[in-house]
Structure formats: C-alpha cells, structure tokens
C-alpha cells in the first residue's frame, strides 16, 4: 500500500492540533511572543499554523487552498524575530512537542524540523 506519511505516523490531525494548542497556551503567557501577534485574538493564528504542520508533514492540503503558497519567510518580515524571539518560540514548542509522548525517533525528527525553521525565520540578529 501507500507508505505511511510522517502525518499518519504521529497520529495525524489530532496530534498537530494538541501540539498547536499546547504551544498557544504558552505564547498567550509570554511576554516576548503576545504582543508580537496583531490580533487579539490568537485563535486564527493558531488554526493556521495548526494546518501549515499538517500540510508540511503530509496530511491535507488545507493550508495552501486558504492561504496560498506558505512563502513562509516571507509573511515573518512584519516581525523583527532576532534571537530572543527565537528561543521564545522554541521554548513554547519544545514543551508542546514533549507533552505528546511521540515515539523518541519521530519526536527528534520533528523538533530538528521546528529548530531549523525557527532559525531560517530569523531576520534580525540582535
Ligand atoms: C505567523 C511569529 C516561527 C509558522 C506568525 C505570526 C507571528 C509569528 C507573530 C502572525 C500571526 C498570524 O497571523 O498567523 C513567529 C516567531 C517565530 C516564528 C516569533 C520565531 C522563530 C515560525 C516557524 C513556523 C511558523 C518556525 C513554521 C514551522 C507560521 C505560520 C504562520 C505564522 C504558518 C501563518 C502564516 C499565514 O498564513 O499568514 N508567526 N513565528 N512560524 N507563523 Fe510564525
């Protein structure tokens, strides 16, 4: 059959929602990361990068029939995201991603992911 994605592999849209909203929970606590999102409300932030994960890592192509081509980079540049704002947001996601108790070899393969895009989403180096 079809081989396994990643996706299915960590237990598909259910395991990226509870990541995505474990992570949100502790960006609305954060003092570096709050005030960064124009929107008070962090729910359709959190949807977004809920399916951008999903997209990513081989599930539905939501993401990119609502939003278009992720040009992620991109859509960082109204944020300056320097070093602070990058351990800020690693700090947040590590502890999102170690509370889903994945299986050591797909949890390494996802968080040597989420360290490589957090720091090619740097713009700033102060
Ligand atoms: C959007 C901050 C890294 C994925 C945003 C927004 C902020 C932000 C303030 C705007 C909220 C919104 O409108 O959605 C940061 C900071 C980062 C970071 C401080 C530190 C490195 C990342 C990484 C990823 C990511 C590593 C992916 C793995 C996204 C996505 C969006 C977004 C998918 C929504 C893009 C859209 O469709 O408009 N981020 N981000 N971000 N971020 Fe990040």
Redesign the pocket.
């Known amino acids: 059959g079809t081989p396994e994605t990643f996706y299915d592999a960590v237990g598909g849209e259910a395991t990226f929602t509870r990541i995505v909203a474990r992570f949100y929970a502790e960006v609305a606590e954060d003092e570096v ?1 709050r005030p ?4 008070q409300d962090l729910g ?2 959190e949807e ?2 809920r399916l ?2 999903i997209q ?1 890592w081989g599930g539905p192509h939501t ?1 990119s029939d609502q ?1 278009g081509h ?1 040009r ?1 980079r991109m ?2 540049n109204p ?1 300056t ?1 320097g070093p602070i ?2 351990d ?3 700090r947040c996601m590590r502890i999102a991603v170690d509370e889903q108790g994945l299986p050591e070899d797909l949890r390494k393969q996802l968080w040597a ?2 360290e490589m ?2 720091n ?3 713009n700033s180096w102060v």
């Open positions: 990361l960064m999102y124009p929107e359709p932030a977004r990068l951008f994960l990513y993401y939003r992720p992620l859509r960082h944020f995201i704002e990058r800020a947001w690693l992911y989420l895009a957090a090619s989403m740097m």
